[in-house]
């Protein structure tokens, strides 16, 4: 009998390499027609501007123009809020609920159709990945049209008691870093409730919302429901501004939310804020750490940490603390950043010069305050806005990494002991908005939520969406709550029955 001896597992397989190249897997672009130019999208038409003035969207990606969009002045705009008006008193007010749910249904159905043309404008406009823009923004931005479609005529059910009636004409000002999300968090309760609206997008992502016009034009929604006002702030201050609208909500930064609540002071129009945020991951011992990890890394680095909800700060528990952090600097390593379009990217590209250029200096602040900075080897293509996977360790609550919102994708790490310790550190900030909980106890979970002042708190997971849960802050991330049936009463004058 002769002695075999078991090769050792795998050892008759070609040796793993050290690193994996993939080969591109790029989405087409041409299911895209960009046109040259844009006019505004004011009583159902494409219109030229009055103000005469244009500027150039790019593709972040490339530094590349796009397209040359218009830079509505303040005639532009009280003409979209009159086209608003119009079909506010003479047909929207007027429909039947039900004919109301039928207009939101099409919408949905026709977000669905063109999903890929959409996703792939939404990537190319605003450099955020396809794989993301395809699953999460365009899928969220049709469920919230399905799911306020399903309110249109059941509002009286919604709120027993009393009478729910539309408030009128609602300006709607929106941010860069879900452009179509947005604005289906905004008009989709806004029209379900019987109000028309004017939207101003923001200046660097027109494009999605321009093409929404087409949708709106293909749903046959009668003219002036919908209206959108394209330029840079100038253009929303004067939406602000406007006499002609009743109510405004506005996502964006805290600055200028404060700038918009002084201006609607006394003006008797209702107001609605979602600001930014500085949220805390809070990651205890006793967590599954390798989902703690990803979960850590969706966090950050979902939209490349341009999320106004982002896990900025971890804190972990000062046990596991250089555990975790070997798991997620490993991690970080396996992100790939690059080309929005192809389909294996993690992190695309930065939205704007201006963001970069503020990332940047936070950045650099982080490391003049003494953290200690970690970014995985990755090559970032030579042309457009790139920032690496960045993560800070040796972080005090002082700092400004600790404190201001980078809206990018850096995470600042600080520890705790005790769970007392890891509230008094979350809650340490002028924000609000969102906090995350790991810890396999659930009655933990439901002590730390109730003491986290946060509008949402996310437990064992991050970044999940759903037009059913409201979400919404606390004081500097704002006030009002967008999705749910909360979502409705900003859109509702509720009178008693
Ligand atoms: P921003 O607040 O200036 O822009 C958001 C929207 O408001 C855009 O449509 C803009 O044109 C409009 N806007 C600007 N000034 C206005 C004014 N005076 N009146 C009416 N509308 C006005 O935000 P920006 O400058 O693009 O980003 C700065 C920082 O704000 C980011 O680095 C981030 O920290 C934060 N931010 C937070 C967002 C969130 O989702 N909470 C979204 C975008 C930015
Ligand atoms: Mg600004």
Redesign the pocket.
């Given at each position: 009998m002769t002695e075999t001896k078991t090769p050792a597992r795998g050892a008759d397989r070609a040796p793993i390499p050290a690193s994996w190249d993939y080969a591109p897997a790029p989405e087409a672009r041409d299911i895209v027609k960009i046109a040259d130019r844009y006019g505004l999208f004011i009583g159902g038409k494409l219109v030229e501007p009055l103000s005469r003035q244009r500027y150039t969207t790019l593709d972040p990606s490339r530094e590349e123009p796009l397209a040359e969009i218009a830079q509505a002045g303040k005639a532009d705009v009280a003409k979209a809020v009159r086209a608003a008006r119009d079909a506010y008193t003479k047909t929207w007010s007027k429909l039947r609920p039900s004919e109301r749910a039928k207009y939101l249904f099409r919408i949905a159905r026709i977000l669905q159709e063109r999903s890929r043309e959409l996703a792939v404008l939404e990537s190319l406009n605003g450099g955020k990945p396809i794989r993301e823009s395809r699953d999460v923004d365009l899928p969220l931005a049709a469920a919230h049209f399905f799911y306020y479609a399903g309110w249109a005529d059941k509002l009286e059910y919604a709120f027993p008691g009393r009478t729910p009636r539309p408030i009128g004409v609602a300006g709607q000002?929106?941010?860069?870093?879900f452009p179509l999300l947005m604005l289906a968090w905004k008009i989709a309760p806004a029209l379900a409730a019987g109000n028309t609206v004017v939207l101003?997008?923001?200046?660097t992502t027109p494009l999605t919302a321009l093409v929404f016009c087409d949708v709106v034009r293909q749903a046959e929604l009668p003219p002036g429901v919908v209206n959108v006002v394209t330029g840079?702030?100038r253009t929303?201050?004067e939406l602000?501004a406007s006499d002609g609208v009743d109510k405004i909500a506005f996502?964006?930064?805290t600055e200028?939310g404060k700038?918009?609540q002084r201006a609607v002071a006394g003006s008797g129009k209702r107001l609605t804020l979602?600001?930014?945020g500085k949220a805390a991951n809070i990651v205890f011992d006793d967590a599954p750490l390798d989902q703690a990890v990803e979960g850590i890394v969706n966090g950050i680095y979902f939209n490349q940490g341009h999320v106004?909800c982002a896990g900025s700060r971890l804190f972990v528990q000062e046990s596991i603390a250089d555990a975790v952090i070997t798991k997620l600097k490993r991690r970080m390593s396996t992100l790939r950043v690059g080309d929005p379009l192809d389909k294996n990217t993690d992190v695309g590209a930065i939205n704007s010069k201006t963001?970069l250029d503020?990332i940047r200096a936070l950045v650099e602040s982080g490391v003049a305050e003494g953290a200690e900075i970690y970014q995985p080897p990755c090559r970032l293509p030579e042309r457009g806005y790139w920032f690496a996977p960045t993560v800070f360790t040796n972080v005090a609550q002082s700092y400004r990494i600790a404190q201001e919102?980078i809206?990018g994708p850096v995470l600042s790490v600080l520890t705790f002991r005790t769970p007392e310790e890891a509230v008094e550190k979350a809650n340490n900030t002028p924000y609000g908005l969102s906090a995350g909980v790991w810890t396999e106890k659930g009655s933990r979970i439901l002590a730390m939520a109730a003491r986290l002042r946060a509008g949402v708190v996310w437990a064992n997971t991050y970044n999940r969406f759903d037009p059913a849960s409201p979400f919404g802050g606390y004081k500097e991330s704002g006030f009002g709550r967008e999705g749910g049936l909360h979502g409705l009463e900003p859109y509702l004058r509720l009178e008693p029955r």
């Open positions: 000002i929106i941010p860069w870093n101003k997008p923001a200046e840079d702030g929303g201050a602000v996502t964006g930064s200028v700038a918009i979602e600001l930014g106004c963001q503020k919102e809206f």
